[in-house]
């Protein structure tokens, strides 16, 4: 599919809903939750969640995403320089789900005194893992998929399996929330808002399963890949060292600076161009319509490249180059005339894109402050069919600390 049709059906988000064909294969995790559900559930839902992934909203715990960038530096990098490279992709994972835990429940992995089970770091690799293997599972079902997919496949029994223990952890978090509420402790955030919508708790579950899957390997990943290209552009990474010298002056960042690092955001964006996190959507055709010459019948089922939009030669010069300055005209993280859509666009974009965005500023600024990521000369990512472009091989990049 040519990039300009594929921004047509993207753009014409009335004619060209979700693929409610995939529900069977998506339902095995997404459940009722906001990816999948449609009409007056997914209003009700949308309404009440939308009003927490507001960038002011999530500035608020840029504290909490300082705080556990912190901890995780020191566990997976130790602090000093090692002998060999990293998997970045491991850490990014484990911080999204810890940044995620914070923002939507104020549940923070480190302090954790008055939960009903205890939690081990190994319980929170099999956190991290199966929600990870929900992303890759579900993509590979789209496009192998059988009705006894379910009965045959390894991966989507893993999954039947783990689901249960990820739920019974969801049910922990939310009696512990309500402990602390009756001590007084109150809170606003996405899981108090879930509680109080009277939402039977399969369905609670179901919704922050769905949030969970949808924002861990896209954001956890996405950050791995900008680490990986800019080891791999020198000079880039130089010029982000060098805004993150004149903006912070050697301090950690804070809420007002993350709009200051405009250089960084180009890079983002520009890595979100490159390495398209979504690489393929389903779409509907909900009544005939024509896309260019071609009629496409009621009922038609498509599969949206997105990559065909990112290195669509009629609107980007040089595709193949790592470019960030072509963002420096575009300011926000979609752009509906060059068909630039990381986060899809319209009624059913992305509630979890500024999330993605402060957090990945806050890790990225605290790493390049610390350190200059490095090519692995030998690396090269094995990418895997998922629902995100994910590698079977982890992202892997050296971290050679700065001299102070
Ligand atoms: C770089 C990171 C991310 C990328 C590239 C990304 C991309 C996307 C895309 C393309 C869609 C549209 C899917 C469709 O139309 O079928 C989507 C939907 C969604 N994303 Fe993200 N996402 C990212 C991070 C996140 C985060 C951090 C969260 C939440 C914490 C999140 C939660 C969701 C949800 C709930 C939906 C469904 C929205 C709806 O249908 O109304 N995403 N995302």
């Known amino acids: 599919m040519k990039g300009s049709i594929a921004r047509e059906v993207l753009i014409k988000s ?12 998506l339902d095995n995790i997404f459940k009722n939750g906001l990816v999948t559900s449609k009409g007056e559930r997914y209003k009700k839902d949308k309404a009440l969640l939308s009003k927490y992934f507001t960038p002011k909203n999530i500035k608020q715990s840029v504290p909490d995403f300082i705080r556990n960038t912190k901890v995780l530096m020191d566990k997976h990098f130790d602090g000093s320089e090692k002998e060999a490279s990293q998997d970045v992709s491991n850490f990014f994972l484990h911080l999204t789900l810890r940044n995620f835990f914070c923002f939507a429940f104020n549940f923070d992995f480190e302090n954790l005194t008055e939960l009903k089970n205890e939690i081990t770091d190994a319980d929170i690799d099999h956190l991290v893992n199966v929600t990870s293997s929900g992303s890759k599972t579900i993509g590979q079902a789209m496009f192998l998929d059988l009705p006894i997919n379910s009965l045959i496949n390894p991966a989507m029994r893993y999954l039947h399996q783990e689901l249960p223990r990820l739920y019974k952890f969801m049910e922990d978090v939310c009696e512990w929330h309500l402990k602390r509420e009756a001590r007084g402790i109150i809170v606003d955030n996405c899981l108090d808002a879930m509680l109080k919508s009277g939402h039977p708790r399969e369905e609670l579950y179901g919704q922050f399963t769905t949030i969970i899957s949808a924002g861990h390997d896209t954001t956890g990943y996405f950050q ?44 983002f964006k520009e890595s979100l161009r490159y390495y398209g996190i979504v690489p393929f959507l389903p779409r509907l055709a909900n009544r ?100 995100s472009l994910t590698t079977t091989n982890g992202v892997k990049v050296w971290l050679k600390q700065d001299e102070e």
């Not at 009335?14 to 294969?25: E, H, L, P, T, Y």
């Not at 993150?244 to 690092?261: C, P, S």
């Not at 060059?338 to 500024?354: E, T």
């Open 14 to 25: 009335d004619v060209f809903v979700k693929g409610w064909q995939f529900d069977r294969v």
């Open 224 to 267: 791995a890949y900008t680490a990986l290209l800019l080891a791999k552009h020198p000079d880039v990474q130089k010029r982000v060292k060098d805004e993150l010298r004149e903006v912070l002056k050697g301090e950690t960042i804070t809420e007002d600076n993350i709009n200051q690092l405009t250089y960084l955001q180009c890079v």
């Open 288 to 387: 005939e319509t024509m896309l260019g010459k071609i009629r496409i019948p009621s009922n038609s089922n498509l599969i949206l490249a997105f990559t065909n939009m990112s290195f669509d030669e009629e609107v980007w010069s040089d595709v193949w180059t790592f470019n960030p300055d072509r963002f420096q005209e575009i300011p926000s993280l979609q752009s509906a005339s060059k068909g630039y859509f990381p986060f899809a666009y319209g009624q059913r974009v992305c509630i979890g894109m500024n999330m993605a965005n402060i957090q990945s500023i806050v890790a990225l600024s605290m790493l390049l402050q610390k350190y200059t990521f490095v090519e692995e000369k030998s690396y090269r990512p094995k990418f895997t069919l998922s629902l």
